[in-house]
């Protein structure tokens, strides 16, 4: 009896033994892993501020005389990358939330015949409607260059199917060659596997940068409007219309040839206006700033009244002017502005009937200055 209760005490003994070493070990693994997860985040962290600083001090020397030192993008010459628009924020976002509530609201109560609520609802939505009329308005400085509030994602836009990090990187990585023929200077590749000068460390750590100018939720409608170029669109022509193509003018084709060949178009202004102003061709994208290039305004006042004064143009017309200024801008260069920078791409991907009517549209713009 006694030995009995002997061995089941010390077998107790044991158990408690057993299961106090195993919480204490428990505790100290549970307390390593807590510590070293703190330890591997600031370590990350430290590891990431690192890393954009140095991407910052890349992007100054390599990518800023086209991005703007700011990120915000210089007009006519590359997009803004510190832009709400590569990092999708839709400012509308909030009131449209609103809205689709409200309207299923308002199905809801008006099948239950309570038109009270309804009328209540109208004035909500009609309220949120002015609201965002507004924030519209606001945006009105980036709208003018490009941005659209109603589709205000990048990546969305382009169909882009991975995330952000790889879209930049990416990018940088092999460049945008095909945007040589919308961008006076193509989007060069950066990797040294690319034929650029930069390793895949550096590239990651400019990616690390750019992914820094993102604020969240944060961003405003000011910053929005400091945004000097907003990314151009091309049209494929592929995909816009199915018919025959019509040959295009051709960026070679000498002036004597292109005025023969305007000979057999008529020029419409109005699909004129809406080429200048469209993302096809982007001309209104430089041609909005005096500083950058000569304002759309007054064109044909000036065509007449200044450029074909020039001894270098007697004979011409001033459709002739125009013509040649679109199709070979090196030609001539307007006083007061930098030469090389309209692209010389346009005859390769204008129709005779587009020039005919962006110079039909140019010569609608005879107001005095
Ligand atoms: C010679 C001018 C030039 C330089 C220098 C340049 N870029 Fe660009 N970059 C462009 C142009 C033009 C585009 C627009 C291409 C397009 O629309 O397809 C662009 C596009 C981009 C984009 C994609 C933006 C978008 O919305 O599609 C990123 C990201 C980018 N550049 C990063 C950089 C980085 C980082 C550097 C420096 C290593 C750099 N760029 C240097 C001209 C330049
Ligand atoms: C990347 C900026 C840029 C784009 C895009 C651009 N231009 Fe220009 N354009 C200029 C600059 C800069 C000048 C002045 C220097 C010169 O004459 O080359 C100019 C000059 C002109 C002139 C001569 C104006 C004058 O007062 O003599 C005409 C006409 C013109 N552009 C039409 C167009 C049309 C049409 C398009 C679109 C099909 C277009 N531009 C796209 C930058 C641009």
């Not at 919308?182 to 590239?203: C, E, F, H, T």
Request: with cysteine.
């Amino acid at each position: 009896m006694k030995l009995n209760r002997l061995i089941f005490e010390r077998l107790d003994h044991r158990i408690l033994v057993g299961t106090v070493s195993f919480l204490a070990i428990m505790v100290l693994v549970g307390w390593i892993w807590i510590n070293e997860n703190a330890r591997m985040a600031a370590f990350e962290s430290q590891y990431l501020a690192r890393s954009i600083e140095r991407g910052a001090e890349l992007f100054g020397s390599s990518c800023s005389t086209c991005h703007g030192i700011d990120g915000r993008g210089a007009l006519g010459v590359a997009p803004g990358l510190n832009n709400p628009d590569i990092f999708g924020h839709n400012f509308l976002a909030e009131i449209d939330t609103q809205v689709d509530a409200l309207n299923l609201e308002r199905t809801e109560v008006e099948a239950q015949g309570n038109t009270d609520r309804v009328t209540e609802i109208d004035a909500e939505l009609a309220t949120l409607q002015t609201q965002r009329d507004s924030l519209i308005t606001q945006m009105q400085p980036a709208v003018a260059l490009g941005y659209n509030p109603e589709s205000p994602s990048r990546l969305v836009n382009l169909g882009w199917g991975s995330t952000l990090h790889n879209f930049i990187y990416s990018t940088i990585s092999s460049g945008r060659p095909v945007s040589e023929s919308y961008w006076s200077q193509p989007m060069p590749a950066w990797a040294q596997a690319n034929g650029g000068s930069l390793r895949p460390d550096q590239l990651e750590d400019l990616t690390n940068f750019i992914l820094n100018w993102d604020q969240g939720d944060d961003w405003t409608i000011e910053e929005l409007n400091s945004v000097r170029q907003f990314a151009i669109y091309p049209i494929n022509p592929a995909t816009v219309s199915a018919g025959p193509q019509e040959p295009p003018v051709g960026a070679t084709t000498t002036i004597a040839d292109i005025m023969v060949g305007l000979q057999d178009v008529t020029g419409d202004p109005q699909s004129g206006d809406q080429l200048y102003h469209g993302v096809a061709f982007g001309c209104s994208g430089c041609h909005i700033n005096a500083v950058v290039a000569p304002l759309v305004d007054g064109t044909w006042t000036r065509v007449e009244t200044e450029r074909l004064l020039d001894p270098q143009f007697a004979g011409y017309t001033g459709e002739q002017y125009l013509a040649e200024s679109i199709i070979h801008p090196g030609a001539f260069t307007a006083p007061g502005y930098a030469p090389g920078l309209m692209p010389t791409t346009f005859g390769d991907r204008m129709s005779y009937q587009q020039l005919a009517d962006i110079v039909a549209y140019l010569k609608t713009q005879d107001q005095v200055e």
